[in-house]
Nanobody, 113 residues
């Protein structure tokens, strides 16, 4: 059974940092990444990372967030620095395949002003 299990969300003040983790089990994924969804808004790309080392970031987080990956642990991380109130959202781990798009359960990140 494939599972994506996230951890690391929480409440932080503006300018603070958080680190999210997503551990995958059940299969190996070429690409893993993070999306987020704020109340009343569409889910948006945060960052992705392929097993080959290619990364992609959403425009709103470039220069502040860093995605990394431990292939041996089948885990992807998201280091979030210089957090802003507009980063408040539920963050979802994502692992797309040809036949199915896997999602984690989501972890809440709240940035207070």
């Amino acid at each position: 059974q494939v599972q994506l299990v996230e951890s690391g969300g929480g409440l932080v003040q503006t300018g603070g940092s958080l680190r999210l983790s997503c551990a995958a089990s059940g299969r190996i994924f070429n690409m893993m990444g993070w999306y987020r969804q704020a109340p009343g808004k569409q889910r948006e790309l945060v960052a992705t990372f392929t097993r080959g080392g290619n990364t992609n970031y959403g425009d709103s987080v470039k220069g502040r967030f860093t995605i990394s990956r431990d292939n041996a642990k089948n885990t992807v991380y998201l280091q979030m620095n210089s957090l802003k109130p507009e980063d408040t959202a539920v963050y979802y781990c994502n692992a797309p395949t040809v036949g199915y798009n896997y999602w984690g359960q989501g972890t809440q990140v709240t940035v207070s002003s």
